[in-house]
C-alpha cells in the first residue's frame, strides 16, 4: 500500500502529483472552459509527470456484491485514483457526497474532485 509518508494518505505521491499537474491546467488555460477542455489538458499534463490515466473509464456500480450499473469517471489515474473535474463558482455538499457515494460503490479507495471554477480548488476524498 503506497502512503506518503509526510501526510500519511493513500497514494499520496500520485495525489500530490494530480493536484500539481491541476494547478499547473488551472494557470494555463485558467477558468470558463467545458469540463473536456479541462479532462484533456490534464491527461496531457499527468502524461508529463509520468502518470498513467485514463478518460471516462467506465466504472461499475457493486451493491450487495451485484454489479447494479455503471458510471464514466472523468479520469483514473495510475488504477489507483479516481478524479472527478467540475468548474463550479464554489463546491457543493451534493457534489462532494455524489464523488464520496460513488467511491464507496466502486473499487476505488481515493478520488480527487478538482473544481476549474473562478478560484482554483480540489477536494481529497477516501474510504
Known amino acids: 500500500m503506497e502512503t506518503n509518508s509526510k501526510e500519511n494518505y493513500l497514494f499520496g505521491e500520485i495525489t500530490n502529483k494530480v493536484i500539481q499537474a491541476f494547478y499547473q491546467v488551472y494557470n494555463e488555460i485558467g477558468f470558463?472552459?467545458?469540463n473536456e477542455i479541462y479532462?484533456?489538458?490534464?491527461?496531457?499534463?499527468?502524461?508529463?509527470?509520468?502518470?498513467?490515466?485514463?478518460?471516462?473509464?467506465?466504472?461499475?456500480?457493486?451493491?450487495?456484491?451485484?454489479?447494479?450499473?455503471?458510471?464514466?469517471?472523468?479520469?483514473?489515474?495510475?488504477?489507483?485514483?479516481?478524479?472527478?473535474?467540475?468548474?463550479?463558482?464554489?463546491?457543493?455538499?451534493?457534489l462532494e457526497q455524489k464523488v464520496y457515494n460513488q467511491l464507496n460503490l466502486s473499487e476505488y479507495k481515493v478520488a480527487l474532485i478538482l473544481n476549474f471554477g473562478i478560484k482554483p480548488d480540489f477536494k481529497r476524498k477516501q474510504k
Request: hydrophobic share 40%; proline share 0%; with cysteine.
Open 32 to 34: 470558463g472552459f467545458e
Open 39 to 94: 479532462i484533456n489538458a490534464l491527461e496531457l499534463s499527468l502524461k508529463n509527470l509520468n502518470l498513467n490515466s485514463e478518460k471516462n473509464r467506465e466504472i461499475k456500480i457493486v451493491f450487495m456484491k451485484e454489479k447494479i450499473g455503471i458510471y464514466k469517471a472523468n479520469l483514473i489515474v495510475e488504477e489507483k485514483v479516481l478524479i472527478q473535474v467540475c468548474n463550479y463558482e464554489n463546491f457543493s455538499s451534493i
